[in-house]
């Protein structure tokens, strides 16, 4: 049974700068289609069925206008609403993807990163229960969550804010296969009050701290879509 698939991409309602115009990280384009409209394709390549693709998407903020709305719309008709995206953050809106999931594993695929179908069909047919895929940092000060693993690779810490005590360390993507016991310890996790404010990698950060997370490192072939040049560098991957 393939699994079921949450796209967290409501955001806190800001776009990657005046070149993206009014529209969500998900609608920034590379090589004329979106980033959303990337990952549908690559998760139906892969033989996911659409109806458990979940894309959830905000209210509040620049980004999300109607027209925002009705394009995203278009492009995949399962989409979830977090009418609090400004409020209580993207942790809240990974509990209302994983709400309307009804599989024993799911995919968590942000909705700003660009993946090639390679490396997000490794994740599904992995031996891992779950695991999330990162990059090796190039160098202390690179932005993003850091992925701190014990020697078999399995994840310890992971976090924007953790100050791990050797380098090198990793770099999540934005994309985890979470399934069996983690997934009940997600869905606790989830349940709580203190995920106000918390992102995704907070969550799996409680995750990692009961159960076991394996870490699928990738340096190449993903990108997170912050700056304008990223828009290139996904483009070269196509």
Not at 140 to 149: A, I, L, M, Q
Not at 180 to 191: I, R, S
Request: aromatic residues 4%; contains cysteine; charged residues 30%.
């Amino acid at each position: 049974m393939k699994p079921s698939v949450v796209i967290p991409a409501a955001g806190l309602g800001t776009r990657m700068n005046d070149r993206t115009e009014d529209k969500p990280k998900c609608l920034v384009e590379v090589e004329d289609k979106t980033v959303l409209e990337h990952q549908i394709d690559t998760l139906e390549a892969l033989d996911i069925p659409v109806e458990q693709i979940h894309v959830v998407i905000g209210t509040t903020g620049d980004c999300w206008t109607q027209e925002s709305y009705e394009r995203i719309r278009r492009i995949h008709d399962d989409i979830i609403i977090n009418f609090e995206n400004m409020s209580k953050g993207p942790a809240f809106s990974l509990r209302l993807g994983v709400e309307a999931t009804t599989q024993d594993q799911i995919i968590i695929l942000d909705g700003d990163v660009f993946v090639q179908q390679e490396i997000l069909g490794s994740l599904i047919e992995s031996n891992h229960r779950s695991a999330i895929v990162s990059k090796t940092a190039k160098n202390r000060g690179e932005p993003g969550s850091k992925v701190v693993t014990n020697n078999e690779n399995v994840v310890t810490d992971i976090g924007k804010e953790i100050q791990p005590d050797r380098f090198p360390w990793h770099i999540y993507a934005g994309i985890a296969k979470i399934g069996g016991d983690e997934l009940d310890a997600l869905k606790e996790t989830l349940g709580s009050e203190n995920i106000v404010g918390m992102d995704v990698a907070d969550v799996l950060r409680e995750v990692s701290r009961s159960k076991m997370v394996s870490n699928i490192v990738f340096d190449d072939g993903w990108v997170n879509m912050n700056r304008p040049e990223d828009i290139k560098r996904a483009g070269e991957l196509i």
